[in-house]
């Protein structure tokens, strides 16, 4: 059971090129999020999705597209990417039904933009 | 919005010695509480949550109780081991899909 898996591990950008980072999960899991990290700081959310075809924004969604076409993937698109955008992203994904389930976390993608 | 208020650290701690790492937390309503660590060049972890007031969530010798009135969701410890050394985060969830809205992580390094 690989859980949530991420790739690539670390990469690094020019100013202004375009990536895709790849996030997929093999626990059936409707739920999947997008956060950002940054030195010393908090995990912000990018972006949300409920399920197959349905995504929303979070708390920093600019700089930033996703998809969600199926249940198990759902890739983060950086286009034009800036300074700012330096970052470890994490992927994560969870359950539905009930409520307060646990968040599973990939190992997450550093990614430095210069 | 909803936020959490973590104590700073970093935290360096001999081995046995106990531990405590303050969080508190703003929101609407009573929401589900957890503890993440983060071990060194992986992602986060559940350590622990607690889902309403009163709750004590526990987990490796880990325990939080859920204090509605002070709004807090302090970790502790009793005697912390050098494996223990990690990043630890207190969220909170909230919202349609259930976001978690995370402090700003503490720090620990226990010594031998």
């Known amino acids: 059971n690989a859980g949530v898996t991420q790739t690539p591990k670390f990469r690094i950008l020019k100013i202004g090129q375009s990536m895709t980072l790849q996030c997929t999960q093999d626990?059936?899991?409707?739920?999947m999020y997008w956060y950002r990290q940054d030195p010393g700081m908090g995990l912000k959310l990018i972006y949300y999705?409920?399920?197959?075809?349905?995504?929303d924004k979070g708390e920093v969604p600019n700089g930033y597209n996703v998809s969600r076409s199926t249940t198990e993937d759902f890739p983060l698109r950086l286009e034009l990417a800036a300074p700012s955008q330096t970052s470890v992203y994490f992927c994560?994904?969870?359950?539905?039904?009930?409520?307060?389930?646990?968040?599973?976390f990939g190992p997450g993608t550093r990614l430095t933009v210069t | 919005g909803d936020s959490v208020t973590q104590m700073e650290g970093p935290v360096t701690l001999s081995e046995e010695a106990c531990l405590t790492i303050?969080?508190?937390?703003?929101?609407?309503?009573?929401?589900?509480l957890f503890w993440y660590v983060q071990y060194p060049g992986e992602g986060l972890q559940l350590l622990l949550k607690?889902?309403?007031?009163?709750d004590k969530g526990s987990n490796k010798g880990f325990e939080a109780t859920y204090r509605k009135e002070t709004t807090s969701f302090h970790l502790e410890k009793g005697s912390v081991q050098v494996s223990d050394s990690a990043v630890y985060f207190c969220?909170?969830?909230?919202?349609?899909?259930?976001?978690?809205?995370f402090g700003s992580g503490t720090q620990l390094t226990v010594l031998p």
């Open positions: 994560a994904s969870s359950k539905t039904g009930g409520f307060s389930y646990e968040q599973y």
């Open positions: 626990m059936n899991h409707n739920y």
């Open positions: 999705s409920v399920g197959a075809g349905i995504t």
């Open positions: 303050n969080c508190t937390y703003t929101a609407t309503g009573y929401p589900s």
């Open positions: 607690a889902t309403k007031a009163d």
């Open positions: 969220a909170l969830e909230s919202g349609s899909a259930r976001q978690l809205t």
